[in-house]
């Protein structure tokens, strides 16, 4: 069963930029991984912001771009809003089964 | 409006059978995918199933197969979630949310908590 990586935790000041990346103990990430970005607040349900490693949904703030760095799934933040303060999870497509990432606690100060 | 909202909070004992439900509105609902993610409290997500709404194509996570079935009711546009012996472990939070194409997420159900205990 694949393994998919997240830094445990990020910090960064208001109006920033970030890097949250995710890693698969399979190899490199590919477009073929179909790398999906999840935001979640607390006590709230997740929120997909970016899908197939680029792709923004209508309700992605203009911020948020993904791509993908050195071997690895990237989401990158640029110009942080305190209210970007979540959990991100990534989903990586590998081996025929979809695998969350342990997820990164971005914290905003 | 797209949605998709999921039933009620459960609170069953151990050996309980339990249903939960996941309708959707405002699109083709035999177009897209729905998947299953859980969650325990102050944790990770965890990929549990997926199914097609269109021909009931259903994928189980390895760490749930045999522990879980998935169904879809196209009539009512609702994809269901069920256990016939439920477990202490089976507790958590539980997601749905839509795929197109099979792998790219869009939109995510509220959840529905099902809480298992003695």
């Known amino acids: 069963q694949t393994v998919v990586t997240q830094e445990p935790s990020l910090t960064v000041s208001p109006g920033g930029t970030v890097t949250l990346t995710c890693a698969s103990s399979?190899?490199?990430?590919?477009?073929?991984?179909?790398p999906n970005w999840l935001q979640q607040r607390p006590g709230q349900p997740p929120r997909t912001l970016i899908y197939?490693?680029?792709n923004k949904h209508s309700w992605t703030p203009a911020r948020f771009s993904g791509s993908l760095l050195g071997g690895k799934a990237a989401l990158t933040l640029s110009g942080v809003q305190p209210e970007d303060e979540a959990d991100y999870y990534c989903?990586?497509?590998?081996?025929?089964?979809?695998?969350f990432g342990g997820g990164t606690k971005l914290t905003v100060l | 409006d797209v949605q998709l909202v999921q039933s009620g909070a459960e609170v069953r004992k151990p050996g309980d059978s339990l249903k939960i439900s996941c309708q959707g509105s405002?699109?083709?609902?035999?177009?897209?995918?729905i998947a299953w993610v859980r969650q325990m409290p102050g944790k990770g997500l965890e990929w549990v199933a997926m199914?097609?709404?269109?021909?009931?194509?259903?994928r189980v996570s390895p760490s749930y197969q045999g522990q879980v079935t998935l169904s879809v009711d196209t009539s009512i546009s609702t994809a269901t979630l069920q256990w016939i012996s439920l477990k202490a472990s089976d507790s958590g939070m539980y997601y749905c949310?839509?795929?197109?194409?099979?792998?790219?997420?869009?939109?995510w159900g509220q959840g529905t908590l099902v809480t298992v205990s003695s």
């Open positions: 949310v839509r795929l197109f194409g099979g792998k790219e997420l869009d939109l």
């Open positions: 405002g699109y083709k609902f035999t177009t897209y995918w």
């Open positions: 199914i097609y709404a269109g021909d009931s194509e259903t």
């Open positions: 399979t190899g490199a990430v590919t477009y073929g991984s179909y």
């Open positions: 197939s490693t680029t």
């Open positions: 989903l990586l497509y590998s081996g025929g089964a979809h695998v």
